[in-house]
């Protein structure tokens, strides 16, 4: 699968070996389920969830489901909350500066969002929303969670096989200061190396 050209050339400048041993020592048990699935020739499902679902778990569904596809493992990747606010446009914007093309379907105060990562690909469609909403897969999946408070207040979530923790700190700390447009390209950079990682180790 070819990504779309700016977005490939994000890639290729990703710091994958600038990965710390103790991260990859997290996303170890994320390598595991995915790889357990591939070998039992099955789709892994994976449902990032995070408070608001606004941030975090937005930038981790849409660049999983890039990493698995380019690398062609079979996932099907989604996202979720706790409570429903919107995808921040803030994040939005570094997914843009990062190389994706993405086009907007108003819906409210909570816009629906089409993710471009290549010429043929079906897009990612994202949107703020709970983390057992219809959109997303009910049963057989694992539940990547990716903010502490969402952990703490989820002790029960239906229908996972798994819940693997993997945790990011949150750009809105910076919201409407002089650090913003830097960290939320920061954490989106972090984000998308971790998952280039992932899926690069799935044999």
Not at 5 to 30: C, F, G, H, N, W
Not at 73 to 102: K, P
Not at 152 to 164: K, L, Q
Request: net charge negative; aromatic share 12%; glycine share 4%.
């Amino acid at each position: 699968m070819q990504l779309l050209p700016k977005l490939e050339a994000y890639r290729q400048a990703l710091p994958l070996t600038q990965i710390p041993e103790q991260r990859k020592a997290v996303l170890q048990t994320l390598i595991d389920y995915v790889q357990t699935k591939k070998e039992g020739q099955q789709e892994a499902k994976l449902n990032f969830i995070c408070t608001h679902n606004s941030r975090r778990s937005q930038f981790s569904q849409i660049w999983a489901q890039t990493a698995a596809d380019y690398y062609g493992v079979d996932v099907q990747t989604y996202s979720g909350g706790v409570e429903v606010t919107a995808f921040n446009e803030r994040a939005v914007a570094a997914i843009e500066r990062a190389g994706f093309q993405v086009t907007r379907k108003e819906k409210g105060g909570n816009p629906v969002f089409f993710i471009f990562y290549s010429e043929d690909g079906e897009p990612i469609t994202a949107f703020s929303k709970l983390y057992d909403d219809p959109a997303n897969a009910t049963t057989n999946f694992s539940a990547v969670m990716t903010c502490s408070h969402a952990e703490e207040n989820c002790p029960y979530i239906p229908g996972t096989e798994a819940r693997i923790p993997v945790m990011y700190d949150d750009p809105k700390a910076f919201d409407g200061t002089a650090l913003e447009t830097a960290k939320y390209d920061e954490r989106c950079q972090q984000i998308a190396a971790e998952m280039f990682y992932v899926f690069s180790q799935i044999k």
